[in-house]
């Protein structure tokens, strides 16, 4: 049972455009939800994160958006560059919960 | 500051064969998680281990175990291999409360062990 699912195993972008990277969740008693980057051959990097009492949260070129009632998040990249281009995981958890459920990631790829 | 660091990178193994696998967690951090990246899928959550005590286990079967040591270090040990373990095998860490600011446990990953069993 997936309680977390990215349903686009790729997506490509032209340097300077937006990204958006798409995360669906089945189980309402998620309540922070977080954004992961793997560079081949590194472990995952984390790069945001938003409590669902929130609806957006931004840091720098990142920002996430949440809609809990649609039980959905997307984290929009811009402008991308060709350094963005990874495997992004979204994942989630319960209040105060120590493990984090991913999903099963996005590549991205940008092309200058 | 030294990351979450992973022994062996690459291991090779024959199916029916045991591997361990190591792993050290940032300074400071008490809990160790396992995941498992098999080749297309996602993240997999294996186990928890926190102050030498396992917490949570995954879906997975009982010949995936491991332990926590005094010092915080962890082992996971994957008996009687089958071709369906090849997978990259990720360690993490956090505190134990570690959810921060922002209320999310945020793990810190190593760069994996790619176990292939042949």
């Known amino acids: 049972d997936q309680q977390v699912k990215q349903n686009s195993p790729s997506l490509s972008v032209q340097e300077g455009r937006i990204s958006i990277l798409n995360c669906d969740y089945t189980?309402?008693?998620?309540?922070?939800f977080l954004w992961y980057k793997k560079y081949p051959a590194e472990g995952p990097t984390f790069l945001i994160s938003?409590?669902?009492?929130?609806d957006k949260n931004e840091d720098g070129r990142f920002t996430v958006f949440l809609n809990k009632s649609a039980k959905h998040l997307s984290l929009h990249i811009v402008p991308s560059q060709p350094g963005d281009s990874a495997v992004y995981f979204c994942?989630?958890?319960?209040?105060?919960?120590?493990?984090?459920?991913f999903g099963a990631g996005t590549i991205l790829r940008v092309k200058s | 500051e030294a990351g979450v660091t992973q022994s062996p990178t690459h291991l090779i193994k024959t199916r029916g064969q045991q591997a361990t696998l190591r792993c050290s967690p940032i300074s400071g951090h008490t809990s160790v998680y396992w995941y498992q990246q098999a080749l297309g899928l996602g993240l997999q959550f294996l186990l928890w281990?926190?102050?030498?005590?396992?917490?949570n286990r995954g879906n997975f079967p009982p010949r995936f175990s491991g332990r926590q040591f005094p010092n915080y270090s962890s082992e996971l040990n994957v008996n009687a291999l089958e071709l369906e373990d090849s997978a990259l095998y990720l360690c993490?860490?956090?505190?134990?409360?570690?959810?921060?600011?922002?209320?999310?446990?945020?793990?810190?990953f190593g760069a994996g062990s790619r176990l292939t069993v042949l």
């Open positions: 993490a860490s956090s505190y134990t409360h570690g959810w921060g600011i922002s209320g999310a446990n945020v793990l810190t």
């Open positions: 189980n309402s008693m998620f309540d922070y």
């Open positions: 938003i409590s669902s009492i929130k």
């Open positions: 994942a989630a958890s319960v209040k105060y919960g120590n493990k984090l459920v």
């Open positions: 281990y926190d102050e030498g005590e396992e917490r």
